[in-house]
């Protein structure tokens, strides 16, 4: 299996396993509609700009590049946002991805790796969320990536396609080559923030609340690598098409770092000690997440590369030097 369509190929993690695929002799296909993503991140690859919604373009390009496995990217992933317009998310990343889904079914297109979220975990009930952990999303964005999961068992059940849900944990850092990288508008996430904040183009970053039951009252979340996510997408495929199974792994380090400790971190790596403020929490932030990433190690041989340091260093380098 070499044709891989890479929908949403040209956002951040889409574009890191474009990429991965590539060096690894497969051939990706994007697909964008490049509402969110940058066609420089994809540079040298075969591009189709179309929408997920978009039955028979979607069906042409199945065609025209004999795709024989799908790897979807292409979804709202602001938790704030899918609270305040639920319609928006339900709409592209429910009943676009089941238009995706009815398009693969009509080409014959069996294969499916499926950008999943820690959000559909909801409340953490355990310290590391395992495969096994209940899931109740509490808001919008987790409930549309669950009702995804639901529809994936659903079409294995009835049609025989075959899936893998992948639940990230905190995507973090850029490709060592300095070429790719996080590039979000508006951006929301804690690390391309504090690294704005270092490089100057912030005032300040703001610790969003203090008081959380953690030992330095700050969230801790589990940070992992967009590489170290592009080779779980790959190990994913290769074992599901292998076994002919449909899969599900959360993937993270298993180590949760506080957001205290990672602009403590920042400040050693870029050596600046630039301006830090505490504000009140955001709504919707549980006070801890991080994964258990076993299953992942021992089904596919799959342990992160990078560490906090490493995802960091690549993020400030690809801070310092963006192109997007
Ligand atoms: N956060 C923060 N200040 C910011 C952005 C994020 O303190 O400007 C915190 C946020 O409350 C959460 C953590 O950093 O505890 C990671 O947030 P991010 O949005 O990066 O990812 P999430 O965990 O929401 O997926």
Request: proline share 4%; charged share 25%.
């Amino acid at each position: 299996m070499k044709n891989i369509l890479v929908v949403g190929g040209a956002g951040y993690i889409g574009s890191h396993t474009v990429k991965m695929l590539a060096e690894k002799g497969y051939n990706p296909v994007v697909y964008d509609n490049l509402s969110k993503g940058h066609k420089e991140a994809v540079e040298g690859f075969a591009f189709e700009e179309g929408d997920l919604g978009d039955k028979a373009r979607l069906a042409d390009v199945f065609k025209k590049h004999q795709i024989e496995a799908v790897m979807h990217f292409a979804a709202f992933i602001e938790v704030g946002e899918s609270v305040k317009e639920p319609s928006k998310y339900y709409h592209n990343n429910v009943a676009k991805v089941l238009n995706l889904l009815d398009a693969m079914k009509d080409a014959g297109v069996k294969y499916f790796v499926f950008s999943s979220t820690a959000a559909t975990f909801g409340e953490p009930v355990k310290n590391k969320i395992d495969e096994t952990h209940p899931q109740l999303p509490i808001n919008p964005y987790g409930n549309t990536k669950l009702m995804v999961e639901k529809m994936l068992e659903d079409f294995d059940r009835a049609y025989g396609l075959k899936a893998v849900a992948l639940r990230y944990f905190n995507a973090s850092g850029a490709d060592d080559s300095g070429h790719i990288g996080e590039s979000h508008s508006p951006e929301t996430h804690l690390i391309p923030l504090v690294l704005q904040a270092a490089a100057g183009k912030r005032p300040s970053i703001k610790i969003f609340g203090n008081d959380y039951p953690t030992p330095d009252g700050t969230c801790i979340r589990d940070y992992v690598h967009v590489n170290d996510l592009a080779r779980a997408h790959i190990l994913a495929l290769e074992k599901m098409e292998k076994e002919n199974q449909s899969l599900r792994y959360n993937l993270g380090s298993g180590s949760g770092y506080s957001v205290a400790e990672l602009i403590k971190e920042a400040k050693a790596v870029t050596g600046i000690d630039f301006k830090v403020e505490t504000e009140g929490r955001r709504a919707g932030d549980p006070a801890v997440l991080v994964a258990d990433p076993a299953k992942a190690e021992r089904e596919l041989g799959w342990k992160p590369q990078y560490g906090l340091r490493k995802i960091i260093e690549t993020a400030w380098n690809w801070e310092k030097n963006r192109r997007f």
